[in-house]
Nanobody, 125 residues
Framework: QVQLVESGGGLVQAGGSLRLSCAAS????????MGWFRQAPGKEREFVAA????????GYADSVKGRFTISRDNARNTVYLQMNSLKPEDTAVYYC??????????????????WGQGTQVTVSS
């Protein structure tokens, strides 16, 4: 099991940027693929981005492709989500999640066993 703590959320105007961080407790962080998900009020939790153990493979939801970038630093046990050109519809609680895996990434939230507590992102118009 790995404990995850997100940070970096806040209030930003449309068109602005934020960088989310997710710090993991596990010394075996590099054995986990990681994902970012988000949940807006009254909506299902949805996939945002994922990254493989090595960082060589990434994937994005169509709604954020070209605007968001996921990355990781295995030496610091941290995964990041750089969010640019933010839109009001990006407003949500953002969660990072960890998935024990050998290879690849997953967009399926049920593949992830460990979750952070979430960080609020609010984009004003």
């Amino acid at each position: 099991q790995v404990q995850l703590v997100e940070s970096g959320g806040g209030l930003v105007q449309a068109g602005g940027s934020l960088r989310l961080s997710c710090a993991a407790s596990a010394r075996t962080f590099s054995t986990y693929s990681m994902g970012w998900f988000r949940q807006a009020p009254g909506k299902e939790r949805e996939f945002v981005a994922a990254i493989s153990r090595s960082g060589m493979s990434t994937g994005y939801a169509d709604s954020v492709k070209g605007r968001f970038t996921i990355s990781r630093d295995n030496a610091r046990n941290t995964v990041y989500l750089q969010m640019n050109s933010l839109k009001p519809e990006d407003t949500a609680v953002y969660y990072c999640a960890a998935r024990r895996s050998l290879i690849g990434i997953s967009e399926n939230r049920y593949d992830y066993a460990d979750w952070g507590q979430g960080t609020q992102v609010t984009v004003s118009s």
